[in-house]
């Protein structure tokens, strides 16, 4: 399919201005995005480490210590270490008193006065695309007008997912306090959407759906359960969905498997036989109780840049 072709396909399908989102989940959006992971995208993985809020400035050393002695690329919301590849004790220190400075004494936030969010991106993604797209989401959310949040970024490459950790302070200049949440400007699809924008500028196949777009029933497994998993040499254990929640979640995945069929229908009338084959099998998958997988292709084809 050359890529006059796919551009052709409709805006439903290809030709979304990747906007910022804000709010509750677009339609047109989440088809653009269903779409991708029919192909065999990989999924944009985003989200906030549980407890992982520091509340004292000892914690927040600690994790900084941890975070920052075995990174390949530092990220810094001011500049002052950018480029570094590690930190010192002593620069951590001073990030530390940096961060202090600009907690209230008189108050201490439930979460924490930082945040740990983390971002994962595909076997394969080298150290510097995972820089440059995680600067560009964090720029984007917590650097623009009226958004000015101080930050300490590390990209992680000792594990086959190369990944981000960024260490937030809650508190931005202006006096906000950072929290995410389903009808917030700082919600999950907002900065999922936002990791598959930067990395399409690197060519690089991420979609932005939600776990049952994919047919997956499962919940994530907790932060304890991945360390757990990880010492012992096994794989993580997900939570199970059981009573209503399951079948609420059942329901949603039946949904999900007729949304790709009329896509590929659509797909279909406008000539686009690949993409409809793609959107009917995923929708096949979906019906049968199977999972849509990533192919594994890390970067975008000539036909799909």
Not at 90 to 107: C, K, L, P, S, T
């Amino acid at each position: 399919m050359a890529r006059s072709e796919a551009r052709g396909v409709g805006p439903a399908l290809f030709d979304l201005d990747w906007s910022r989102v804000s709010g509750s989940w677009q339609g047109l959006a989440k088809n653009a995005q269903m779409v991708r992971a029919a192909r065999g995208y990989s999924p944009a993985i985003f989200k906030p480490i549980s407890k992982g809020g520091c509340h004292t400035g000892a914690q927040l050393k600690a994790q900084l210590t941890y975070l920052t002695t075995k990174s390949s690329h530092i990220l810094d919301s001011r500049g002052t270490h950018d480029g570094k590849k590690t930190l010192t004790e002593a620069e951590i220190d001073r990030v530390v008193r940096r961060f202090e400075n600009q907690w209230g004494e008189r108050h201490s936030p439930k979460l924490g006065h930082t945040s740990h969010l983390l971002m994962a991106f595909p076997v394969g993604t080298s150290g510097e695309e995972v820089r440059a797209i995680t600067e560009s989401v964090c720029e984007r959310f917590f650097q623009g007008e009226g958004s000015q949040f101080d930050y300490i970024a590390a990209i992680h490459q000792d594990r086959a997912h190369p990944h981000a950790h960024i260490v937030l302070n809650r508190r931005s200049k202006d006096g906000e306090m950072f929290f995410l949440g389903k009808d917030h400007h700082f919600n999950y699809d907002a900065f999922r959407v936002a990791m598959v924008e930067a990395a399409q500028v690197h060519g690089i196949r991420l979609e932005a759906t939600r776990r049952l777009d994919r047919g997956v029933t499962t919940y994530r497994a907790e932060i304890d359960e991945v360390y757990k998993a990880r010492d012992e040499g096994r794989p993580t254990v997900e939570r199970q969905r059981t009573g209503a929640d399951l079948a609420s979640a059942l329901e949603t995945v039946a949904r999900n498997a007729l949304t790709y069929r009329g896509l590929a229908v659509e797909a279909s009338r406008s000539n686009f036989d690949d993409v409809a084959e793609a959107l009917e099998r995923a929708s096949t998958i979906l019906a049968s109780g199977g999972q849509i997988q990533s192919d594994g292709a890390i970067y975008m084809s000539q036909d799909e840049t």
